[in-house]
């Protein structure tokens, strides 16, 4: 996710982006050759005094290295999209003065098409949640949560939910092939009927029910279908039983 910000922060036009990557990639060393990023190993090494630090790290390396953002927590404010990280913890590390928003983005922001729940904790200002907006935008979309439990439930809903419409796209393959289609056919099918779905879901603002209703003939093959989709055990209470599975793991993760 922090690539995907750095090439929408970039695309956009921000100025005076420090990268801080122990083991940088290609990419980054590139940019940084070409002067649109400035490119150091550890937080030590950053020689401004940032306004904002984004911090995209993984939950498990972010307990670790935490308290080594304190200084930059004396005055910037501090953007953690780490998955399962409290404030309470955040706090712990830079601070009870710290400006702590925290935000949930998703992996189509790689594309600008993602969707990103954001909330502030208190003692974050006005200007404060209008820059962060306008940074995570990068992403695409953008939707303020009002209680910290609810990034958890943004993390289970589209935070993970991406991996779940890959899974659809997976099973539907192999569906087509348990009824006679080739393999790469099957899944050149699934793949562009998914991603076709949901262009149109995003392009229709009608709601996805009726959206699903257009497309199913009364006594057809899609309500055939459906029949057993939307059985009292078909997927949308599979779907509540992974969701809230995710929710609870990111509880666990604090």
Not at 53 to 75: D, H, M, T, W, Y
Not at 84 to 102: E, P
Not at 224 to 250: F, I, Q, S, W
């Amino acid at each position: 996710m922090g690539s995907a910000l750095l090439k929408g922060w970039l695309a956009k036009g921000v100025k005076s982006i420090t990268v801080v990557e122990p083991k940088p990639s290609a990419q980054l060393r590139a940019l940084a050759g070409k002067k649109k990023i400035a490119l150091v190993a550890a937080p030590s090494a950053v020689k401004i005094r940032p306004s904002v630090c984004v911090v995209a790290v993984k939950p498990q390396i972010l307990k670790g290295e935490a308290p080594a953002l304190a200084a930059f927590a004396q005055g910037a404010l501090m953007i953690s999209i780490a998955a399962g990280t409290s404030v309470a913890a955040l706090s712990k590390a830079w601070g009870k003065k710290a400006r702590i928003i925290r935000a949930m983005p998703n992996t189509p922001g790689a594309i600008g098409a993602g969707i990103t729940g954001i909330y502030a904790a208190k003692g974050a200002t006005a200007t404060d949640k209008k820059t962060a907006a306008s940074l995570l935008s990068a992403l695409g979309a953008t939707e303020w949560v009002s209680k910290e439990g609810l990034i958890d439930s943004v993390t289970a809903v589209s935070g993970s939910g991406p991996a779940y419409l890959f899974l659809m796209a997976e099973a539907l393959t192999e569906a087509g092939v348990a009824e006679g289609l080739p393999r790469k056919q099957a899944e050149k099918f699934a793949r562009a009927t998914v991603a076709g779905a949901g262009a149109l879901l995003a392009a229709d603002k009608s709601p996805a029910s009726a959206l699903r209703e257009a497309v199913t003939s009364p006594g057809g093959t899609t309500a055939a279908a459906l029949g057993v989709l939307m059985a009292d055990d078909g997927l949308t209470a599979l779907m509540k039983r992974a969701v809230k599975a995710a929710r609870e793991r990111a509880e666990e993760l604090r």
